[in-house]
């Protein structure tokens, strides 16, 4: 069964600092995608990438950039320079078939100014 | 462009009490989604429809109804509402093709007393 864990429940840094979150997961399909979502503050969830199992190049959106290994089964998240409004809580998620989601526990990030 | 819209956005119900909350989408889209999100547990999927008419399971369906008699509304009913379902409730919708990112509803905060 597909799985996903984000073992780093809460990041604290402080501003300006670079952070990553960690995201591994599991499954036995041979095609499958990787999502990442934000949670700000206010509670709606925001979709940021979507990553499929046979595209492995890195990505870069301003200060954002993920990272995927197959060979790790991981798609982790790296934020550069951080900012205070990036506090949020991140979820990763995999697809199951191609109807539903898995999603992480979440990673909850706090930047401090 | 109202995208996924949850009603109501906040109740309490009394254990026993029984509520539907309302999502509704103008995107068009085939799939929809009903998760719950609670501390440290990520958001689970409670049920799910891939098209009008259609309902399946999802991960945590025990206690749920849903309905998708229209294509753009997807009910979510508690039949005998109990404090093991105070959560956060949030809609989601896809497009038919697969694999494409969902689109959330700003939740439902629900508290059984």
């Known amino acids: 069964a597909q799985k996903v864990t984000q073992a780093q429940t809460e990041i604290s840094v402080v501003e300006k600092e670079d952070v990553t979150l960690d995201c591994v997961y599991e499954t036995r399909d041979t095609t499958y995608y990787l999502f990442w979502y934000k949670q700000p503050p206010s509670g709606e969830l925001v979709f940021l990438i979507r990553?499929?199992?046979?595209?492995?190049q890195n990505e870069i959106s301003g200060r954002y950039s993920w990272n995927f290994q197959k060979s790790t089964s991981s798609f982790n998240f790296t934020i550069t320079a951080s900012q205070v409004v990036d506090s949020a809580v991140y979820f990763c998620?995999?697809?199951?078939?191609?109807?539903?989601?898995?999603f992480g526990q979440g990673t909850r990030l706090t930047i401090n100014p | 462009n109202a995208g996924v819209t949850q009603t109501p956005k906040f109740r309490v119900l009394k254990t026993g009490q029984s509520m539907t909350l309302l999502c509704a989408q103008d995107m068009n889209h085939e799939y929809m989604y009903w998760y719950r999100q609670d501390p440290g547990m990520g958001l689970r999927l409670i049920h799910y429809?891939?098209?009008?008419?259609?309902?399946a399971k999802g991960e945590v369906p025990d206690g749920y109804n849903v309905s998708r008699l229209k294509k753009q509304n997807f009910l979510l009913g508690l039949e005998s509402a109990a404090p093991s379902q105070t959560s956060v409730y949030f809609c989601?919708?896809?497009?038919?093709?697969?694999?494409?990112?969902?689109?959330f509803g700003d939740g439902t905060r629900l508290s059984i007393l």
């Open positions: 429809s891939v098209g009008e008419g259609t309902t």
């Open positions: 989601a919708s896809s497009p038919v093709w697969g694999y494409q990112p969902q689109h």
């Open positions: 998620a995999l697809t199951q078939g191609a109807q539903k989601l898995v």
């Open positions: 990553r499929n199992s046979f595209d492995e």
